[in-house]
Every structure is written in structure tokens, then in C-alpha cells.
């Protein structure tokens, strides 16, 4: 018997999406709820994160829902049907339920009736991650040719509305379609991971460790919450880290980088990491200004941002490198194609 295989199949990039919901919560509107008791809190972390707003989406909707407008989009721009998709990879730490998985319900409410599903829940890092997933999965499985990967984040649903760390949390998601092709496009990546701080910062309560009760509700433990304050360093030690891994992965050097996209969340530690690397600030793309932090969705918001633009081109080499809470840390170097639709034509 001879097993039938595929050689040189690649993956790349054709479209990406992306959807920020209407209603906005400017900083203005944050100073007056905290600052009577946090004073110049509101002030402070603009200044150190560069964040100004943030949107939420409709009290009737869920993660699923803002997956599904970035899906259309994306969709929209590649000229494609939801029929046509073979995988949809979802990443997310805000889903629908515990169970099923969030994917699954955007399967239905997009209409991919041909599309296997899984959720990727790795928090910020999960778009990277689920990029390298996907293009793993079209190298080596000939069956499937088209995927779909999703960012969504809501996580200020799941947060104590008089945290001040409500602060960052903005709704929003991001989306990208890989399809099998001859030209390389999702290069090699790489990984790290530390789960010594696995209870710095989370929602402790409602899974197995700890099963809801009326009173880890009534405590908050069920909201998300940041009990013990990660090192500053984390991300400034970490994504160099990743860079350099990725260049030497993938043989270029920092000077060959176009974009680079880092998670979304301070921009001095973006601008940090850029000085530590020789990356200079006009190849560090960054939208957190506009859409506050969006977890899970911010690369892939970032990254869409970039392309529809004009700020990110064919030809072009973009890193996208994602910090989630665990911690997870992911990182993918991408070769922009002339495949890629930047405007759905």
C-alpha cells in the first residue's frame, strides 16, 4: 500500500478581517468612575500604555458574535463562501461557555457548514499560535485547504465593573484566512511558557479547580482578577527572546523585519523591546491608542490594521509576537504574498 502524501505545500495569508464594536469608553469617561478614589490612576496608565479608549460590544452579545463580523470580513475580502472553509481555529480566553467550544458556535453562525472547528485558549498569544497551527495542519494535510483563525476578546464582560484594571479591557476581533499554496508564507515560529505564573492573573473560580459557587461569586472569584502583579520584565525579556529565536529559525536579521506586532498592552514595553532589538519605532505597528487592549484579538486586529492600511505589503516580512497570561509567550515570522487581498478586491 502506498500512502498517498503532499511535498511542498506552504500556507499563506489571502485575507485578514477584522471588527470593533460601536459603543466607545474614552479614558474621560474611566477618570470620572475611578479617579475620586484612584487619584491620576486613569492619567498614569495612559502615559505608560499609550491606551486612550476602548469599545464594548452590545450587553446582548457574546465572544462568538464579534468572531463572527471579523470572519465576514475577512471572508468578504478573500471572495470567499463560508462553505469553502475546511478548519476554523478560534483563540480566545473570553469564550461563550466552558463547554462547548466558542469555534463551534461561529462555525453555525457563519454558515461553514464544511468547516471542522477548535478553540485555541492561550489568551494573547493564541493568533500566533493558532497561525502556526493552521499552517501546520494545510502543509500536512492534503484535505485541508482553506482555514480560518480567529482572535475575539470580551474580557470586560468577565471583569469587576469598579476594578480600575477595567481599564485596559476592550472588546474587538481579528481574523485571518491561510490557504494551501506553493509560496511561502506562515514561516517557522516559536514558543515559550512558564506556568510558575499561572496564578498571577485570571479567573480562578467556575472550572474544575474550583467549581462556581454563590460564594466565589459573591467574592469576585469568578471575575477575572490580577492577584499578584507580573515582573515588568516579562515581556521585555520574553520577546527578544522570540525575535531572536525567529530570526535564526527563519535566517534573516532584525534590519530585514518591515512590522513587527507585538501584543497590544503598553506601549513603552513595545518601544523597549523595539530599542533592545534595532528595530526603530516607525516598523513597530501599534493600535492600542485607538482600541485599547483587546487580548486575544489584538495581533490579529493589529495585523489587519496593518494590511488594510496600506502600512503592511506584499513582499514584506512581519513579525507577530503575543503574550498571554500563564504565561503563554508565541511568535510567528510572516511572509506577505502577492496573494494577499488588501481591500476585497
Known amino acids: 500500500m502506498t500512502i498517498r502524501t503532499e511535498t511542498g505545500a506552504q500556507a499563506e495569508i489571502i485575507a485578514t478581517g477584522c471588527f470593533v464594536p460601536e459603543r466607545e469608553v474614552p479614558n474621560a469617561e474611566l477618570a470620572e468612575r475611578f479617579e475620586p478614589k484612584f487619584p491620576e490612576f486613569v492619567t498614569k496608565m495612559e502615559a505608560a500604555t499609550g491606551i486612550r479608549t476602548r469599545w464594548y460590544a452590545p450587553d ?34 473570553t469564550p461563550d461557555y466552558i463547554t462547548p467550544a466558542t469555534s463551534v458556535v461561529l462555525q453555525e453562525k457563519l454558515g ?5 472547528t ?29 482555514v480560518l483563525v480567529v482572535g475575539a476578546y470580551m474580557m470586560q464582560r468577565l471583569a469587576d465593573p469598579n476594578d480600575p484594571m477595567i481599564f485596559f479591557y476592550g472588546d474587538g476581533a481579528g481574523a485571518a484566512i491561510l490557504r494551501r499554496s506553493d509560496t511561502p508564507g506562515v514561516l517557522q515560529g516559536a514558543f515559550l511558557a512558564d506556568g510558575s505564573y499561572a496564578k498571577h ?22 471575575q477575572v482578577r490580577m492577584p499578584i502583579k507580573y515582573p515588568p520584565d516579562v515581556n521585555d525579556i520574553g520577546w527578544p527572546r522570540l525575535m531572536r529565536t525567529l530570526a535564526e529559525r527563519n535566517e534573516f536579521e532584525m534590519d530585514d523585519v518591515d512590522l513587527a506586532i507585538f501584543t497590544q498592552v503598553r506601549r513603552n514595553t513595545i518601544l523597549t523591546v523595539g530599542q533592545e532589538l ?22 490579529g486586529m493589529a495585523l489587519h490594521d496593518a494590511v488594510s492600511s496600506g502600512r503592511a505589503q506584499p513582499g514584506q516580512l512581519v513579525t507577530l509576537v503575543g503574550s498571554g497570561v500563564g504565561y503563554n509567550q508565541a511568535a510567528v515570522a510572516v511572509q506577505l504574498t502577492d496573494n494577499l487581498r488588501r481591500n476585497g478586491s
Not at 112 to 116: I, V
Not at 127 to 144: N, S, Y
Not at 207 to 221: H, K, M, N
Request: proline residues 4%; hydrophobic residues 40%; contains cysteine.
Open 201 to 222: 492573573w485570571g479567573i480562578f473560580s467556575g472550572g474544575t479547580a474550583e467549581p462556581a459557587t454563590e460564594t466565589s461569586v459573591r467574592e469576585g472569584r469568578t
Open 60 to 93: 446582548d452579545w457574546a465572544t462568538s458574535d464579534l468572531a463572527l463580523r471579523a470572519s465576514q470580513e475577512a471572508l468578504a475580502r478573500a471572495g470567499m463562501n463560508p462553505s469553502e472553509l475546511d478548519l476554523i481555529l478560534l483563540g480566545t480566553d
Open 118 to 146: 477548535f478553540d485555541i485558549g492561550c489568551a494573547c498569544a493564541s493568533f500566533p499560535t493558532g497561525l502556526l497551527t493552521a499552517a501546520g495542519i494545510v502543509r500536512t494535510q492534503p484535505g485541508i485547504r482553506n
Open 278 to 299: 534595532g528595530i526603530p519605532e516607525e516598523k513597530l505597528h501599534m493600535v492600542m491608542h485607538k482600541w485599547g487592549y483587546t487580548g486575544s484579538a489584538c495581533i
Open 112 to 116: 461553514a457548514k464544511n468547516a471542522g
